[in-house]
């Protein structure tokens, strides 16, 4: 997905800085296509999880801001070439990416994953596996000996498993877990796995600034709850203590 998709400004245009490329708006850039942590709803906007957690931020750090969409295998690089000035995308914080770019302090705990398969006669070590390009799960799987199998989309993943190309898929316990409770002949199978360490926001290194008021915008989240409360409401993992 291409196209922008702006939200209402939440709050005033003189509160906001200036950043790296030079937009006193911010832009939140997310894949759209990941419930519940973010996906299209029926009028055509961003929502989910991420939706409400971003919105918060931002109007806690006094910035104006705008949702834009893009494909999770270029959602770094556009980052990072200014086509938006912050990844909130159930993006795992990792050494690998933090090479790359700046996170904010993490606004989820980890987030088990899962396996979503047909049969629970699934070889994990040494069948074929499905995963999203890029993720956390799909490193994992290239680290064993099962035989991995990336596509572009999470809804790829899934139809892989239906079709008969993989034997199971590896992703976020809170994406397959609806999946497995709508789909008659699709359950999770074998043991979860925990990667990553949390979720948190990505921004351009240059962003000091955008880093640190979005970081103490989830603090502050944190401590009066409504973190939580929406992690309850979305069932986003474990709750933070």
Request: net charge negative; hydrophobic share 45%; proline share 4%.
């Amino acid at each position: 997905m291409k196209k922008l998709i702006l939200s209402t400004a939440l709050a005033a245009f003189a509160a906001t800085g200036v950043y790296a490329d030079g937009h006193a708006v911010v832009r939140l850039g997310t894949e759209g296509a990941y419930p519940p942590w973010n996906f299209i709803n029926d009028a055509g906007e961003v929502d989910g999880f991420e939706r409400e957690v971003g919105d918060e931020l931002c109007a806690r750090a006094e910035l104006t801001c705008e949702w834009v969409t893009n494909e999770w295998d270029s959602i770094i690089p556009n980052l990072v070439s200014g086509n938006y000035d912050v990844i909130i995308a159930g993006m795992s914080i990792t050494d690998e990416r933090d090479e790359v770019i700046d996170f904010s302090e993490a606004y989820t705990q980890p987030d088990p994953s899962a396996y979503l398969g047909m049969s629970e006669d699934i070889d994990f070590d040494g069948g074929v596996i499905a995963a999203q390009t890029g993720t956390i799960q799909a490193n994992y799987i290239a680290s064993t000996g099962a035989t991995l199998l990336e596509f572009a989309t999470p809804e790829e993943t899934i139809a892989a498993v239906k079709n008969g190309e993989a034997d199971a898929v590896l992703a976020d316990a809170s994406y397959l877990a609806p999946i497995a409770d709508s789909e008659a002949d699709l359950s999770i199978v074998g043991p979860d796995v925990m990667l990553g360490g949390g979720v948190g926001l990505g921004v351009r290194e240059s962003d000091t600034e955008l880093r640190e008021k979005l970081t103490a915008a989830i603090q502050s989240m944190k401590a009066d709850g409504s973190l939580n409360e929406l992690i309850v409401k979305w069932e986003i993992g474990v709750p933070f203590e």
